[in-house]
């Protein structure tokens, strides 16, 4: 199950494992940009696989707080979180670099604050599966099993997002347009959008960039084991031995010191959650 950044048609049923409680979030709809450290390998769609490990509570509540903030720029309250964590697809119609996406104004501003990693894969038009069923993951993009696709293909249906978001091509004759420097090429003066960080957002982004560095220190700590029983038709020298960077929501230099938020007010926030030192 090798991973080829150059050739997208290497993959027939390209799938993406990830941690809860970001992947149910991505096939529900509410989470609209995966962010990684390296450029989505595929446009189309993209299976969803949520890994094994058990999310902690204060890790879900700090992701759903981040959603409740930014879903308010947009005069939305109201988001039904998931309660189950199914095998699932969505589209991906495109990817951005951070800084291209945080300047992109024809995106809504929550949309634009969930520009946090090197590369932003867009997502939209999300299914879930009706029964999930358990399989293995593996790390990186991978192609699904023919009897596992096949069986999972008939049992998709529609979700319900709070607010779902087109993404408009560049150019709309070529499904591909939608690429790194896509966007900064339409325009040399392109600059972030002013949005207004009131110090409830602020809370919410250094809660959820917590939330991704916690679970990024326990994969630190596995990381021997997964790759030892990795398949031997692995490429070894994966790029996603850095998978402390993979997950959504990092920050390349915020300080909760920044924001005026200090590592008390996340932990009455978030529960057990320990906030990071960040240089």
Not at 140 to 160: C, F, M, Q
Not at 175 to 197: C, H, Q, R, W, Y
Not at 246 to 272: A, P
Request: net charge positive; with cysteine; proline share 7%.
């Amino acid at each position: 199950m090798r991973r080829n950044h150059s050739n997208s048609g290497n993959y027939r049923n390209p799938c993406l494992t990830m941690h809860q409680p970001w992947a149910s979030l991505l096939v529900y709809g509410i989470k609209r940009v995966e962010g990684r450290s390296w450029p989505a390998p595929i446009t189309g769609r993209l299976w969803i696989h949520s890994a094994s490990k058990v999310p902690e509570e204060s890790t879900i509540k700090a992701m759903e707080y981040f959603y409740k903030e930014i879903y308010a720029l947009n005069g939305i309250s109201d988001i039904q979180f998931p309660q189950h964590y199914p095998v699932s697809r969505l589209l991906v119609v495109g990817c951005l670099t951070r800084d291209e996406l945080a300047c992109w104004e024809m995106v809504p501003e929550g949309v634009r604050l969930e520009a946090q990693t090197d590369y932003c894969w867009l997502c939209e038009w999300p299914q879930k599966l009706l029964i999930p069923f358990e399989m293995r993951g593996y790390q990186g993009v991978y192609n699904l099993e023919k009897k596992i696709y096949e069986a999972a293909v008939r049992g998709l249906s529609p979700v319900n997002s709070p607010m779902p978001v087109k993404f408009p091509l560049p150019d709309p004759r070529n499904p591909f347009s939608l690429k790194p420097g896509s966007i900064s090429a339409l325009t040399s003066n392109l600059k972030a959008s002013e949005v207004d960080k009131s110090s409830s957002i602020s809370l919410a982004i250094a809660g959820a960039q917590t939330a991704a560095t916690q679970f990024s220190k326990k994969d630190q700590n596995s990381r021997s084991t997964a790759w030892n029983n990795a398949p031997t038709n692995m490429n070894a020298n994966n790029e996603d031995t850095e998978v402390a960077r993979s997950y959504n929501l990092r920050s390349r230099g915020r300080s909760t010191e920044k924001d005026n938020i200090s590592s008390t007010e996340l932990n009455m926030k978030f529960g057990d959650l320990t906030l990071p030192s960040y240089h």
